[in-house]
């Protein structure tokens, strides 16, 4: 186990879940948690180092900010439990908020910042990234210093110390007492590239309870494993490098129902790469004991926007409103506030997934949208089974075309796929576009079935699988694997989330 231990280490590529080095890592520990199951320090410290070395094998020398912010928050919590005054408190959970944003906000928004800078004072500024500095004079390490790199998952760990911290100022939590568990808690690897963003209250009592895991919920993980797996790298990653990209890459170049077609396999795509990886991270993270909060409901079948952000990245939209919208006054202070507040919620709901115009324009959208919704919804009060479809068939086009702002380069390109949507939808071209690549129109459509399959018929479905004989299970479970591996993209595909 060392030796392959040693192995592992030596290998540059990132643990990506579609990876066969992941699940040679998982394998060990999987191993160790049952073998360690009745010791519970032994366990999490030993989970809580995995985490650090999963963390190190796809973020490098970032593992450091992991530890600086388990520090900083568990010694913040700590001292807020011990501290009644109220002025004290909220020096102490000011100190956490301004720490975890300044360094979220140094690696992600300083081109941001620098670009707008420039532009005012029409002088170019160069970037120096001061902490690489740093660390090559401390530790003798070569880290290139002219370009500040982005830590996969910063923003995902970022908002859970936030709310840990918050949540004990608010007294909704108490801290925990041992930083390994606070540290286990913060790094735990199935979730912290991409989510979901776990709270405290949710997931730290789990850490002090025994682990029972039934057949049924083994089976349960392994189809969740499965599935995701089956929409990342059968659906998203074949649609995307066969047909998506090529689209957005060279628009001019396709006709306008190509177009949209790529634009409604974009909004496919990036649900199967984003639910397909929160859905191997539950099943992951079950078969070690722990259970992460749904992260996604089938959010195409939403019939209006605020009924889709209850459906999509659930965990981002609820912190957003616990501790973005709700403090900020949320829909207590009049229609006029509450429009406000929910637009200032969705701009920095967009700013939270990139630095870029792009992405406040997106957040602008959404937020436009809710209040549009709130509007609308107090009109139709009472919903027939016609402005149930109306409202299925507004919010899917809108969420799908917003996605065009949240994909292209630049906003120019976003303005030209429109165009050619416009001015070159010929229908004589529809049937040559889909008998050309047919087996792409028939993934996307497959897709789109497969997400609005009705619940009950899909639970049905799940029921059964766990209910059939153990052999059945197993050989169906590999047929699958074969198949999604034999014809996978040669290309490993990075998960769209990893980068925000």
Same mark, same amino acid.
């Given at each position: 186990?060392?030796?392959?231990?040693?192995?592992?280490?030596?290998?540059?590529?990132?643990?990506?879940?579609?990876?066969?080095?992941?699940?040679?890592?998982?394998?060990?520990?999987?191993?160790?948690?049952?073998?360690?199951?009745?010791?519970?320090?032994?366990?999490?410290?030993?989970?809580?180092?995995?985490?650090?070395?999963?963390?190190?094998?796809?973020?490098?020398?970032?593992?450091?900010?992991?530890?600086?912010?388990?520090?900083?928050?568990?010694?913040?919590?700590?001292?807020?439990?011990?501290?009644?005054?109220?002025?004290?408190?909220?020096?102490?959970?000011?100190?956490?908020?301004?720490?975890?944003?300044?360094?979220?906000?140094?690696?992600?928004?300083?081109?941001?910042?620098?670009?707008?800078?420039?532009?005012?004072?029409?002088?170019?500024?160069?970037?120096?990234?001061?902490?690489?500095?740093?660390?090559?004079?401390?530790?003798?390490?070569?880290?290139?210093?002219?370009?500040?790199?982005?830590?996969?998952?910063?923003?995902?760990?970022?908002?859970?110390?936030?709310?840990?911290?918050?949540?004990?100022?608010?007294?909704?939590?108490?801290?925990?007492?041992?930083?390994?568990?606070?540290?286990?808690?913060?790094?735990?690897?199935?979730?912290?590239?991409?989510?979901?963003?776990?709270?405290?209250?949710?997931?730290?009592?789990?850490? &002090?309870?025994?682990?029972?895991? *039934? $057949?049924? #919920?083994?089976? !349960?993980? =392994?189809? /969740?494993? @499965?599935?995701?797996?089956?929409?990342?790298?059968?659906?998203?990653?074949?649609?995307?490098?066969?047909?998506?990209?090529?689209?957005?890459?060279?628009?001019?170049?396709?006709?306008?129902?190509?177009?949209?077609?790529?634009?409604?396999?974009?909004?496919?795509?990036?649900?199967?790469?984003?639910?397909?990886?929160?859905?191997?991270?539950?099943?992951?993270?079950?078969?070690?004991?722990?259970?992460?909060?749904?992260?996604?409901?089938?959010? &195409?079948?939403?019939?209006?926007? *605020? $009924?889709? #952000?209850?459906? !999509?990245? =659930?965990? /981002?939209? @609820?912190?957003?409103?616990?501790?973005?919208?709700?403090?900020?006054?949320?829909?207590?202070?009049?229609?006029?506030?509450?429009?406000?507040?929910?637009?200032?919620?969705?701009?920095?709901?967009?700013?939270?997934?990139?630095?870029?115009?792009?992405?406040?324009?997106?957040?602008?959208?959404?937020?436009?949208?809710?209040?549009?919704?709130?509007?609308?919804?107090?009109?139709?009060?009472?919903?027939?089974?016609?402005?149930?479809?109306?409202?299925?068939?507004?919010?899917?086009?809108?969420?799908?075309?917003?996605?065009?702002?949240?994909?292209?380069?630049?906003?120019?390109?976003?303005?030209?796929?429109?165009?050619?949507?416009?001015?070159?939808?010929?229908?004589?071209?529809?049937?040559?576009?889909?008998?050309?690549?047919?087996?792409?129109?028939?993934?996307?459509?497959?897709?789109?079935?497969?997400?609005?399959?009705?619940?009950?018929?899909?639970?049905?479905?799940?029921?059964?699988?766990?209910?059939?004989?153990?052999?059945?299970?197993?050989?169906?479970?590999?047929?699958?694997?074969?198949?999604?591996?034999?014809?996978?993209?040669?290309?490993?595909?990075?998960?769209?989330?990893?980068?925000?």
């Amino acid at each position: 186990m060392a030796e392959l231990l040693k192995q592992l280490a030596g290998q540059s590529d990132i643990f990506l879940f579609t990876h066969r080095a992941f699940w040679v890592f998982f394998g060990i520990i999987l191993l160790a948690n049952l073998l360690l199951k009745s010791k519970r320090s032994l366990r999490i410290a030993f989970l809580f180092l995995a985490s650090l070395f999963f963390y190190f094998k796809t973020g490098g020398y970032f593992f450091s900010l992991l530890i600086l912010s388990t520090c900083v928050d568990y010694s913040i919590g700590i001292a807020l439990n011990k501290t009644s005054q109220k002025a004290a408190r909220q020096l102490l959970v000011g100190i956490s908020i301004f720490i975890n944003l300044s360094v979220l906000a140094y690696f992600k928004y300083t081109y941001f910042i620098v670009d707008i800078i420039e532009q005012i004072k029409q002088t170019p500024i160069n970037t120096y990234d001061y902490l690489a500095a740093a660390a090559n004079q401390l530790m003798g390490t070569s880290f290139g210093i002219d370009q500040i790199t982005l830590p996969v998952g910063i923003s995902f760990f970022t908002f859970q110390t936030i709310s840990y911290t918050i949540d004990i100022y608010r007294r909704e939590l108490k801290p925990v007492k041992n930083i390994v568990d606070f540290g286990f808690y913060v790094s735990f690897f199935p979730q912290l590239i991409a989510g979901p963003i776990v709270r405290a209250k949710h997931f730290i009592p789990q850490i &002090y309870q025994q682990v029972v895991l *039934s $057949e049924k #919920w083994i089976w !349960w993980s =392994i189809l /969740l494993i @499965t599935g995701g797996l089956f929409k990342k790298m059968f659906i998203s990653d074949f649609i995307s490098i066969n047909f998506i990209d090529r689209v957005f890459e060279h628009p001019t170049a396709y006709s306008g129902f190509e177009i949209l077609s790529a634009i409604y396999g974009y909004s496919l795509q990036i649900y199967c790469d984003f639910s397909g990886y929160t859905d191997i991270a539950l099943g992951v993270a079950l078969l070690l004991g722990f259970r992460l909060p749904k992260n996604f409901n089938h959010p &195409y079948k939403a019939t209006s926007i *605020s $009924e889709f #952000w209850h459906r !999509w990245h =659930i965990s /981002l939209s @609820t912190w957003l409103r616990d501790y973005l919208y709700i403090p900020l006054g949320g829909n207590r202070k009049g229609s006029l506030r509450t429009s406000l507040n929910l637009l200032i919620t969705m701009l920095l709901g967009g700013l939270w997934h990139g630095a870029a115009l792009k992405f406040i324009v997106w957040g602008a959208l959404h937020g436009l949208g809710l209040i549009a919704n709130r509007l609308l919804s107090k009109l139709f009060a009472k919903r027939n089974s016609i402005i149930t479809l109306l409202g299925w068939f507004l919010t899917f086009n809108f969420v799908s075309a917003t996605w065009v702002i949240f994909r292209v380069d630049s906003l120019m390109n976003a303005q030209l796929l429109f165009e050619r949507i416009a001015y070159a939808f010929q229908s004589n071209t529809i049937t040559h576009a889909i008998f050309t690549t047919p087996y792409t129109y028939s993934l996307i459509v497959g897709g789109f079935v497969l997400h609005w399959l009705p619940d009950r018929f899909r639970i049905r479905l799940k029921i059964r699988f766990i209910r059939w004989p153990v052999w059945v299970k197993i050989a169906s479970i590999a047929l699958v694997l074969y198949l999604i591996y034999s014809l996978h993209q040669s290309t490993l595909m990075p998960f769209i989330y990893f980068r925000f």
